[in-house]
């Protein structure tokens, strides 16, 4: 029998795919629209002339792990109040797989890791700007995910005549790994500062929504509601995030 989680991850998927990948290739072209405006400029861009930073920033979400996100980034000043943002995160993760009501026994929780690449846009604010993309700002992100399940060995239970002479087999299976992607966007508020003329310091607040689109789990296996609940792992984990960065003026 299908359980209620199932129908309902299905319900999710059929109503959600198509209209996300579609957000997302909008907000894509959107940010590359947003930016195109950089020969419309008389005046270079950039703080003293130099337009591209790279840095480095620590996520951190309010999630029972105290999970750490680790993101690299390369910043492109497109105009003297946008810039265009690209950035690799990597973040890792313990969780524990509900099944559906299957009856599956694992020996311990399960590891997620992320991989997700973003493209991004600031807009800061026109009246602190000085010229150049300092202060306060707001940042829309396209996000693009690839993750993978660790598993460990894992048993399946069967009972073979019902109660009250119940009979249960119990079969080991060996671990494995399921990878899935997705897909999704975000909204941020920050504020950057620069210090000592290279230094840019770099903190704000995100808010993302993130689903899953594919895997490759076998349908109602055990690696497939792994991957359902690994899904919510990921949404809850990019729902609101707190961030600090430090980078310099590369060119």
């Not at 265009?84 to 890792?92: E, Q, R, S």
């Not at 000592?196 to 770099?202: G, H, I, M, R, S």
Request: glycine share 10%; charged share 15%.
């Amino acid at each position: 029998m299908v359980s209620w989680r199932f129908n309902y991850f299905m319900k999710i998927h059929t109503l959600f795919s198509f209209v996300i990948r579609a957000s997302v290739i909008r907000l894509c072209l959107l940010i590359i629209f947003l930016s195109g405006n950089l020969f419309s400029f008389s005046q270079v861009p950039g703080y003293m002339g130099k337009r591209f930073t790279i840095g480095y920033s620590l996520g951190i979400v309010p999630d029972e792990n105290h999970v750490l996100t680790h993101t690299l980034t390369l910043n492109y000043a497109v105009t003297k109040r946008k810039e265009l943002c690209v950035g690799a995160a990597y973040f890792k993760t313990l969780f524990v797989g509900s099944f559906g009501g299957m009856s599956y026994k694992t020996l311990d929780d399960e590891k997620l890791s992320t991989i997700d690449f973003s493209l991004g846009l600031k807009i800061f604010s026109r009246k602190k700007t000085a010229g150049a993309p300092l202060g306060m700002y707001f940042k829309w992100e396209a996000l693009y995910y690839i993750n993978t399940i660790n598993y460990r060995p894992y048993i399946i239970s069967k009972v073979i005549h019902p109660y009250p002479n119940a009979l249960v087999v119990e079969t080991p299976h060996q671990g494995g790994s399921v990878r899935f992607l997705s897909i999704g966007g975000a909204f941020g508020i920050g504020k950057q500062r620069i210090f000592f003329n290279k230094l840019v310091l770099d903190y704000g607040v995100r808010a993302g929504l993130v689903f899953p689109i594919n895997q490759t789990a076998g349908w109602e296996s055990y690696g497939y509601y792994l991957y359902l609940d690994a899904g919510t792992k990921v949404l809850l984990h990019e729902l609101i995030t707190a961030r600090i960065g430090l980078g310099f003026l590369a060119f």
